[in-house]
C-alpha cells in the first residue's frame, strides 16, 4: 500500500540518502578525492604494467559511480523542479491579473507550450510598440489595451 507507514518510512529513508548523497558528492571534499583516486591509478600504471586489469579497474569503478549517480541527481532535479513549479504556481495563483492558464504549465503538451510563446511573443510585440518598461500585463490584459490604444490612436 502506498499509505501506509512502512512504505512511507522506506521512502523518506530513501529520500533523506539521495539528498544527503547528491549533497555532499558536488562538495569540494569529493571532488578532490575524486581526482586523489585517478592520480593514484594513474601513478600505479607502471607497476601493474599498464595491463588490461589495471585499465578495467578505472572503468568499472567510474561507470559504477557515474551510472548511480545519474539516477540520484535526476532525482534531485526532479524534486527541485517540482519545487520551483508549485511556487510559480503559488506566485500565479495569487498575483491580482496574472494569468491563471500558466498553472500547471509543465504538464502541457508541446503543442500548446509553442501556442503559449506565441502570445508571450505577441505580448512582448506590444510591449516594445507601447515604449513602456515598466508597464506589464497578462496576456488578455494586453490584447484588451492593445485594443484600446489602437481605437484611441485612429480617432
Request: one cysteine or more; glycine letters at 6%.
Amino acid at each position: 500500500m502506498a499509505g501506509s507507514p512502512q512504505v512511507a518510512n522506506r521512502t523518506s529513508f530513501f529520500g533523506r540518502f539521495a539528498e544527503q548523497t547528491t549533497r555532499y558528492s558536488g562538495t569540494t571534499t569529493v571532488f578532490v578525492s575524486a581526482v586523489g583516486i585517478v592520480l593514484v591509478w594513474a601513478l600505479s600504471g607502471p607497476l601493474f604494467h599498464y595491463s588490461e586489469t589495471w585499465q578495467l579497474v578505472i572503468n568499472t569503478g567510474t561507470t559504477i559511480i557515474t551510472f548511480l549517480m545519474v539516477f540520484l541527481i535526476q532525482r534531485a532535479q526532479n524534486k527541485d523542479s517540482l519545487v520551483l513549479h508549485l511556487k510559480l504556481n503559488e506566485l500565479l495563483a495569487a498575483t491580482k491579473g496574472a494569468s491563471n492558464r500558466l498553472i500547471n504549465a509543465q504538464d502541457f503538451s508541446e503543442e500548446e507550450i509553442r501556442l503559449i510563446h506565441q502570445f508571450y511573443c505577441l505580448l512582448a510585440d506590444k510591449a516594445k510598440a507601447d515604449n513602456d518598461l515598466g508597464e506589464t500585463h497578462s496576456v488578455e490584459e494586453a490584447e484588451d489595451n492593445h485594443h484600446e490604444k489602437l481605437a484611441a490612436h485612429r480617432q
